[in-house]
């Protein structure tokens, strides 16, 4: 959660620059000194501590940076970019492993540090190049700085945002006797926001069937090359048919997020998606002919990474406030993390050559990650038919009289009664 808090107040390039840095020069590290278990373990901590910021970081600043029904396709393809990156790591770390014992170094070690390298060249290009916002990015003209600005004005949500906060301000200022100013780029950190996201319904139902969604993932990644040498393939056919699995996934991913942002839709594509999944799993548990499984295999990758960034998207665009909006995303990505736990024991390598153990338990973890969704989906379509009833009017007279108390000056944001859920 701190990666996206701190992210105004250090700024997008400093911030996801100090990550990706961080994250870099610990690789190098683990290279060159590390030279025990303890050590490894250290080090891995380190690791993980950057890593686990820097995906919350940047899907925040792009939300920042995008409308509302643009926001799905441009987290699509950094999904898609870490699929694809994984698909040919193998192919890398192979490459460099074949340096092992030049300057008396392991070749393992040369993967940590080359990539760490790699790793922090990038992360100097970030902050010396990564702008706050569209409004301030020094490769836009003055007109151009002035049309990003006005578009993501046209945002109806913020500008009902701005518009509601303008007013209230007004009224605040009047009755003190100055004159009125509203800028949310300058809105201050307040606990009672970071409540706001971290107690948000929707932050806890997406967060939940992500954590299941990503656990089957984790599962899968892992042990594809596995279950595909089970399936009767091997060597550079088994390369390449685990290549095609995950390639098909990141097409598909592109693909829903796409249709998503067209279409101003999230949860349903996720519903429509994860079945995909469910099929391909009871393929794999009932079927015994091997190019059945196969396509099995193609549907159970492509229908749980295509949901991801349906997935993500959800709060980002239900949660309006800088702070509301960081720690309800944040909050979602830590338990998207944990995922990684249970997703590394899902399977063994006795349940080979079928492991009907390893994906019914996945089948299960997606009919759960399915009902949670679902969940959600009818908790906007029940709120949003509140607020067109007229049943949330009173929110603004509730917000008033917080900042008439002085309790807050953050904006009303997703507390407004005109404000909708995407479903």
Same mark, same amino acid.
């Given at each position: ?104 170094? +392991? ?205 993500? +998207? ?60 679902? +969940? ?48």
């Amino acid at each position: 959660m701190p990666s996206t808090i701190l992210l105004k107040k250090l700024r997008p390039n400093r911030m996801i620059g100090f990550l990706a840095g961080g994250w870099g020069i610990a690789n190098v590290l683990t290279g060159l000194l590390v030279k025990n278990y303890p050590g490894m373990i250290a080090a891995r901590l380190v690791l993980g501590a950057l890593d686990g910021g820097l995906v919350p970081a940047v899907t925040f600043y792009l939300s920042l940076l995008y409308r509302r029904y643009e926001l799905q396709s441009r987290i699509a393809i950094c999904i898609a970019g870490g699929s694809v990156a994984g698909l040919f790591g193998g192919l890398f770390a192979a490459a460099i492993i074949t340096l092992d014992g030049r300057r008396n170094i +392991a070749g393992w070690r040369w993967i940590f540090i080359i990539e760490g390298i790699t790793m922090a060249v990038v992360a100097i290009v970030i902050a010396a190049i990564l702008p706050t916002n569209p409004a301030t990015a020094w490769f836009f003209t003055e007109s151009e700085r002035e049309y990003a600005a006005w578009r993501l004005g046209q945002d109806n949500v913020t500008q009902r945002t701005l518009q509601t906060q303008e007013t209230l301000q007004e009224k605040r200022d009047l009755n003190a006797g100055s004159s009125p100013s509203v800028d949310t780029e300058v809105e201050e950190f307040e606990w009672r926001e970071t409540k706001r996201g971290v107690l948000d319904i929707q932050t806890w139902l997406t967060g939940a069937s992500l954590l299941l969604n990503q656990a089957t993932i984790y599962a899968a990644a892992y042990f594809m090359p596995t279950i595909i040498v089970g399936l009767g393939y091997s060597g550079a056919q088994a390369q390449f048919h685990t290549v095609l699995v995950f390639l098909l996934a990141v097409v598909l991913i592109i693909v829903v997020a796409l249709l998503g942002d067209r279409l101003k839709l999230r949860g349903p594509f996720v519903l429509g998606a994860l079945p995909l999944s469910m099929l391909g799993y009871i393929v794999m548990i009932a079927s015994k002919s091997n190019a059945t499984r196969f396509a099995g295999a193609c549907l159970l990758i492509a229908g749980t990474f295509s949901s991801l960034p349906s997935l993500l +998207a959800i709060v980002a665009n239900n949660s309006e406030g800088h702070y509301k909006r960081a720690s309800a995303m944040a909050l979602q990505a830590a338990m998207s993390n944990i995922s990684g736990v249970p997703g590394t024991y899902i399977y063994t390598l006795d349940q080979q050559p079928w492991f009907i153990k390893g994906h019914s338990i996945c089948l299960a973890l997606l009919v759960v990650s399915w009902t949670l969704v679902a +969940a959600n989906v009818s908790y906007c379509i029940w709120e949003n038919k509140a607020r067109r009833e007229g049943r949330r009017s009173g929110n603004i007279e509730k917000y008033q009289a917080l900042c008439d108390a002085g309790k807050t000056r953050a904006p009303i944001g997703d507390r407004h009664p005109d404000f909708v859920f995407v479903l």
